[in-house]
């Protein structure tokens, strides 16, 4: 006698499950308890007859077993998503953008009319996102990321290359003007947009000056909180030329000459999210737009 797999529902979550690094992140997204989401996983493993996670004191890593079926789930369930948008309609006329709101406000925002007239039926949907995370990849079609394009969470294409050199406000350009960069920069705090940002690193290397070992580095994700904090004095950060304004009215200064050029903002569609016309429509507008 033929016998079935009972838990189609088990694998979809166990899906959503492995896109975060613990039971609680997941649950927590999910709206569910922790102990419900362990139990759900603990019932899939058992009719499977392995174990899909590696239980840590961190969190939860996939097993070498949990890997294969998440691959062949994934797929399977990205496809019918694709294929229920298509049913709906909504696959060619819908589309979510994340973007910071540091790039929105000073670039897109004034940008957006044109494309709406352009495409009256795609409805445009503007996903403010700060972290990029796996977590807040999942929710777009498309991401508007700033940084070096070294991502391997999806399809990168380069839209608007802008270099990025370290700013300061005036108290800090005075001390450079003083001291001299070499100097000048032991004393300032590092700002930077992510716990494992390399940015600074291949800066000061770039600059041929030494990396720094010190402590107090302020980890500031928002980029207009960042911009913010550097007026206000907490310390120095790696920005680019969408702070003109803040430039030109001298409430930040620029404090190098030296930038790293392959920095700039990058397209980034999620390894999920399949191609679509929406998507490549927004994709040539906003490099026309350049």
């Given amino acids: 006698m033929r016998t079935h797999f009972r838990h189609h529902d088990l694998l979809r979550l166990f899906v959503e499950i492995a896109r975060h690094p613990s039971f609680s992140e997941a649950a927590e997204a999910m709206n569910m308890t922790k102990g419900a989401t362990s139990y759900q996983i603990k019932t899939l493993e058992a009719d499977l007859g392995i174990a899909l996670f590696r239980r840590t004191t961190r969190g939860v890593t996939l097993t070498g077993e949990g890997l294969k ?97 370290p700013v300061g406000n005036s108290e800090a350009a005075r001390q450079v003007d003083r001291l001299g960069m070499n100097r000048a920069i032991s004393r300032f705090t590092l700002l930077r947009d992510r716990d494992d940002s390399n940015a600074w690193s291949a800066w000061l290397s770039a600059a041929g000056l030494p990396q720094q070992s010190r402590r107090d580095v302020l980890i500031v994700p928002d980029p207009n909180v960042r911009v913010q904090a550097v007026i206000d004095g907490q310390g120095i950060a790696l920005m680019d030329d969408l702070l003109k304004d803040e430039l030109d009215d001298t409430k930040l200064f620029r404090l190098s000459e030296v930038e790293l050029s392959d920095y700039g903002y990058f397209l980034v569609r999620p390894h999920r999210t399949p191609a679509s016309e929406t998507a490549r429509v927004f994709s040539d507008w906003i490099q026309d737009e350049v």
Avoid: K
Avoid at 132 to 153: K, P, Y
């Fill in 69 to 165: 079926p998440l691959a062949a789930c994934q797929t399977r369930y990205e496809e019918i998503e694709a294929d229920l948008r298509a049913l709906r309609g909504m696959s060619s006329q819908t589309l979510t953008v994340g973007v910071s709101t540091y790039f929105a406000a000073r670039w897109l925002s004034p940008r957006l009319m044109s494309f709406m007239q352009r495409y009256p039926n795609v409805q445009l949907r503007i996903q403010p996102m700060i972290q990029f995370s796996d977590r807040e990849m999942h929710d777009v079609d498309l991401a508007i990321r700033w940084g070096n394009g070294n991502w391997d969470d999806g399809a990168v294409t380069p839209f608007m290359p802008m270099p990025t050199y």
